[in-house]
């Protein structure tokens, strides 16, 4: 497959987990990759350009990068993401603005710099990482959860901005995926090996999503056999959503 040849794709959070499998992906499948990142270790084919979603001026100049080398860009991959443990009272303010300041206005500010580039494109398309946290009602992740809400929400107001001007705009939503983030949070626990059987026996069905798994979500709705798909947010989490599970 080579539907992304000659087009650019940029990948926000591209250097971990669902991010650097999406870019390989988009790569594979013939895109110009580019990962934005804080850490910028991605190797060939990728290329890493060093950007703080949370820093204006970063992303500013990231995506002119981007434009000013490859010429052009016509995919944006909203991944950047960070979480946060905790019942609502959990966490004070700074928490909370640390928290949307990635996980919403990150978007924001990576739309903005992209938007005047992705209306030059004839295959324009955002795709943003939701989360199963907007709908299922997780416990002790109320931060983190409302972040996502907004995320999903974000992404039908901004499928209806752009739909006029060929941008779609589209969001997945994955359940507990098996990345260096969900890794870091099972060696936190006293027994690591127990809470990962724990975690996939609480996923219906029986593990964790794979990093590959969303990759290929976000490929098809950053693609053209997605052309007339545009305000959807795909779940990618083994059913919880479409079954309306509920984790314990
Ligand atoms: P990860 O920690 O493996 O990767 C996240 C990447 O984002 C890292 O490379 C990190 O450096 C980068 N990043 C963080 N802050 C940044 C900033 N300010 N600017 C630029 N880059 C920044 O996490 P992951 O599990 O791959 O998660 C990726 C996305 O998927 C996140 O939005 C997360 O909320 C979402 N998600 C993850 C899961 C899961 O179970 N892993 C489930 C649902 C949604």
Same mark, same amino acid.
């Given at each position: ?9 940029? /990948?926000? *959070?591209? $250097?971990?987990?669902?991010?650097? %499998?999406?870019?390989? =992906?988009?790569?594979?499948?013939? &895109?110009?990759? !580019? ?68 996980? /919403?206005? *990150?978007? $924001?500010?990576?739309?903005?710099? %992209?938007?005047?580039? =992705?209306?030059?494109?004839?295959? &324009?398309?955002? !795709? ?72 996939? $026996? ?14 290929? &979500? ?31």
């Amino acid at each position: 497959m080579s539907e992304f040849e000659g087009l650019v794709a940029v /990948v926000t *959070g591209g $250097a971990s987990g669902i991010g650097l %499998a999406t870019a390989r =992906l988009l790569a594979a499948r013939g &895109a110009v990759a !580019v990962a934005f990142d804080v850490d910028t270790g991605v190797g060939p084919p990728l290329h890493g350009v060093r950007c703080d979603v949370t820093d204006d001026a970063s992303v500013r100049a990231a995506v002119d990068a981007v434009v000013e080398r490859f010429g052009r860009l016509d995919v944006l991959v909203n991944n950047a993401g960070i979480g946060a443990q905790g019942d609502v009272a959990a966490n004070g303010d700074d928490e909370w603005r640390r928290v949307l300041d990635v996980n /919403v206005l *990150g978007i $924001a500010r990576v739309s903005r710099a %992209a938007l005047p580039h =992705l209306r030059r494109s004839p295959a &324009a398309a955002i !795709v943003n990482t939701g989360s199963i946290a907007a709908w299922a009602g997780l416990p002790r992740r109320a931060v983190y959860s409302a972040s996502k809400g907004a995320v999903h929400a974000l992404t039908l107001a901004m499928a209806a901005d752009h739909v006029r001007e060929g941008i779609r705009v589209n969001a997945v939503a994955p359940g507990t995926a098996d990345t260096p983030w969900v890794g870091r949070l099972l060696d936190a626990a006293p027994d690591p090996a127990a809470e990962r059987a724990a975690l996939e $026996a609480r996923q219906p069905h029986g593990r964790l999503v794979t990093a590959d798994e969303v990759a290929g &979500a976000v490929a098809y709705l950053a693609g053209p056999l997605s052309g007339s798909t545009t305000g959807t947010v795909l779940a990618v989490d083994g059913g919880m959503h479409g079954l309306r599970l509920r984790p314990a």
